[in-house]
């Protein structure tokens, strides 16, 4: 079946350390991912997808088919980085076309 | 493009109420999702529409719960009656065809509080 998982529920860090949200996936086809981000009580936004292979505000993140996965990964975190993050699988085919969320990643960056 | 939009914003409302949530998608956007939001569960997929029919509804739980989708650019959520565990955020999100390599778009959200 296919699922996302994102096994840490909360990550703490301080201003200017190294972040890695971690995502897992599971998919027997060719995967699409992508990571949203969600400020405090905003909507959803995406924030990047593997196919496009850019940095969106310093973050970056890796397929990695080998280990199935998609994790999340920026050098010097800061205060605005705070944020609920959600990484995607997207299945289409057909009719089909949705996405599969992780339960998220609360990111906390402290001062 | 104003993006997709949501009403209301906020909802109060009595268990056992009919509630009713509204969304406009992206206008070109042939999918239109609804999707329920809490700290417990995340984010859950409840119905996807394309071209204004339902084709996933496996994420509905339970009869209370309805969607609409009468024309491209509204659809609506319905919950009858409503449950004080139907409190959540409730965020539609839309987006274009699937062959195309584009993502969902989403609303603000609407938070349903039920007493």
């Known amino acids: 079946a296919q699922r996302v998982t994102q096994p840490e529920k909360l990550l703490s860090v301080f201003k200017g350390a190294p972040v890695e949200l971690k995502c897992n996936y599971s998919y027997s086809g060719s995967p699409e991912l992508f990571w949203y981000v969600q400020y405090s009580r905003q909507r959803l936004q995406l924030l990047l997808r593997h196919i496009s292979r850019e940095s969106i505000k310093g973050f970056t993140a890796d397929l990695n088919k080998g280990e199935t996965s998609f994790h999340l990964k920026k050098p010097f975190a800061q205060e605005e980085d705070s944020a609920m993050y959600y990484c995607a699988l997207r299945l289409y085919g057909g009719a089909t076309n949705k996405l599969i969320f992780g339960t998220g990643t609360l990111l906390a960056v402290q001062p | 493009d104003a993006g997709v939009i949501q009403s209301p914003r906020h909802e109060v409302t009595e268990m056992g109420q009919e509630v009713t949530l509204r969304c406009k998608p992206i206008s070109g956007h042939d999918y239109l999702f609804w999707y329920r939001q809490t700290m417990m569960r995340g984010l859950e997929l409840l119905i996807y529409?394309?071209?204004?029919?339902?084709?996933?509804d496996s994420g509905m739980p339970e009869d209370r719960f309805s969607a609409k989708m009468p024309n491209a650019s509204f659809s609506t959520l319905k919950i009858q009656p409503s449950e004080p565990r139907d409190s959540a955020v409730y965020f539609c999100?839309?987006?274009?065809?699937?062959?195309?390599?584009?993502?969902?778009?989403f609303g603000p959200g609407t938070r349903l509080t039920v007493l």
């Open positions: 999100a839309s987006s274009r065809p699937a062959a195309s390599t584009d993502t969902q778009y």
């Open positions: 529409f394309n071209n204004n029919v339902p084709i996933d």
